[in-house]
């Protein structure tokens, strides 16, 4: 089993930055891959980005240049830095992993930018 626990959501104003934290613990070795999805009310989850145990990254194309995903492998712990925030980013934030074949899931965490 892979624990993951988000925090750094909250309100900000259009043009602003926040960075969200996603530690992992437990079973993390032979993570394959953590991420970030976020959903709004009606919609399906969509990915926001992505990084493997290489250090591979994928974005969607709506935060490419915005959004950016470092890890600090000593922490166990990925974090989504968003820049340049819009209010269609407006979401609720869920930090992934998978491991063998398995997706866990954080809690979530909202984040509501304001224009």
């Known amino acids: 089993q892979v624990q993951l626990v988000e925090s750094g959501g909250g309100l900000v104003q259009a043009g602003g930055s926040l960075r969200l934290s996603c530690a992992a613990s437990?079973?993390?070795?032979?993570?394959?891959?953590m991420g970030w999805y976020r959903q709004t009310p009606g919609k399906q989850r969509e990915l926001v980005a992505a990084?493997?145990?290489?250090?591979?990254?994928n974005y969607a194309d709506s935060v490419k240049g915005r959004f950016t995903i470092p890890r600090d492998g000593a922490k166990n712990t990925v974090y989504l830095q968003m820049n340049s925030l819009k209010p269609e980013d407006t979401a609720v934030y869920y930090c992934?992993?998978?491991?063998?074949?398995?997706?866990?899931w954080g809690q979530g965490t909202q984040v509501t930018v304001s224009s």
């Open positions: 990084i493997t145990s290489d250090g591979s990254t």
């Open positions: 437990g079973s993390i070795f032979s993570i394959k891959a």
């Open positions: 992934y992993a998978t491991r063998g074949g398995n997706d866990y």
